[in-house]
C-alpha cells in the first residue's frame, strides 16, 4: 500500500526496543505500514513531514478519567475527597446534558492536545458526552454512570439504594451500546461502568456483570477508592469491595479498576489471579494522601494502567508521579520502576487492559497510525541524551506538537483540528461557572 503519509527526521521511542535517533514513521489506511531508521526509508513519492528535534511515541491510552469533571479544577481535590462523596461542590445529577456537553469537550480536547489518542471515560449524559469526545477525533470507551444508590445523599454519608434508579441507568447503557458501540468508524465503544461497591447494590453489580458478560463488553468501575467506601461495604454486604465483585462475577481479565488504594494482601492477591487492571491515579490519589501498593499489585498478577482521573489529562505528569510513588513504597531506585516501565503503563499496557495488544499502544507496522510528535526542541529537554528518560521525567503533556488518530491529523502545531478551542474554553467556563454557582447557592440555604 502507498503511504499516505510519511513522518521523517524524527526521534522514535516504542515499547521493548531501543530509540531510533533518527527515524521514519510511514502511514497508510489509519495504520502504520512501516517505521524505522532513516536508512532503511525506501524510496517514495507519498507526502513527507519532515520533524527534525521531535519525539515520535504512540498515543497515550489515559486509562480512567471523567471529562466533565474538568469542572472541579483547582477546588475540589483541596476539599477532601472525590467529589460524589464532598458536600459543597457541584454534583453529577445537578449536571444537564447542555454543560456536561460543554464540560466534557474540554477535558476530551485538553487530553488530545496533551497526547491522549484513548479515553476511558465515564460519568453522566453518556449519551452526549460519548459521541462528543469522539467526534473529537479520540477512540473512547465510555459509559454513563451506573449505580442504584440516590446520589443526592452520597456526599451526607447516606447511601439509599433504589431499584427504580438502577434499572433506568442499565437502560441508559443498554441504549449506549445500541446507538454508539462501534461507531465512528470503530472508534466508540461502550464500556460498562458500575460506579463503586458501594454506590452499587449487590444486586445491581452482578446484572451489571450479566450485561458485560452478554454483550462481550469490558468493565470499569472505582475498587477500594476510601476506607468509606471499605467499611460500608463491610456494614452491607460484610466482606470487602474486591470480594464483592468477586462475588458478583465481576473480578476478571475484562475489568479496569481505578484506585485500589485500601486493599488487604489477600484482596491483592484475589485482583491479581484475576488478571485484572488496576486504573492507577498516582497523581490524583497521592494529593489525596493515599496511593495503590503498586509493586504489591504487580507482584501478585495485576496488570498497572494509568488514568488522570478528575485532574489535569496530562499523562506525562502521571508516569513520573507513578514512578516516584512505587518508589517510595519500595524505598529505592531499581530495576522494575524505571521511565520503560512507566512508559509501558501509559501505553501498552493500557492496550491490554482494553483487548487491543498488537493493535493499538505501539510504533511498530500493523498497528494503528496513533502517533504523538512531542516538541523536544525546547529548554527543559535539553541536553537530549536519554529520550524515555527526558520523556517520562522532564517532558509535558504542553509538549506535543502534533497528534495523529488512524492517520488523521487531530492536533496541528498544539491546536485542534476537529474543534474552536477558543469557543470550546468559553462554552465549558460558562457551564462550570452556573454548577458552581448554583452549588454555592444550595449550601447556602
Ligand atoms: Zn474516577
Known sequence: MQPDLILTDAMLVTHG????PRAFVAMGGGKILDCGPMERLPPSDAPKLSLPGRLLTPGLINIHTHAVLSLMRGIAVDMGFAPAYTPGVPHGHEINAEEALALARLGAMEALLMGSTVMVDSYVHGEVTLPAIADLG??????????????????????????????????EVEALIAQFHGSHGGRAHVIVAPHAPDTCSAALLRRAADLARDAKLLTTTHLSQSQLENAEIQRRDGCSPTQLLERCGLLDDRLIAAHCIHMSPDDVARFGAAGATVAHVPKGNATGGAIANTPALRAAGARIALGTDNLTQDMAEQMRWALATARIRVGSVGEGWQPEDAFAMATVNGAAALGKSGRLGQLAPGFAADVVAWDFRRAHLTPLLDPLGTLVHDANGRDVEHVWIAGRQVVEAGRPTQADEAAVRAAAQSAAEGLWARARAMMAA
Open 138 to 171: 479520540l477512540r473512547i470507551w465510555a459509559c454513563g454512570r451506573l449505580h442504584d444508590v440516590d446520589f443526592s445523599r452520597v456526599h451526607l454519608a447516606d447511601w439509599r439504594h433504589v431499584p427504580e434508579i438502577g434499572a433506568g441507568r442499565l437502560a
Open 17 to 20: 526496543e531501543a530509540p531510533i
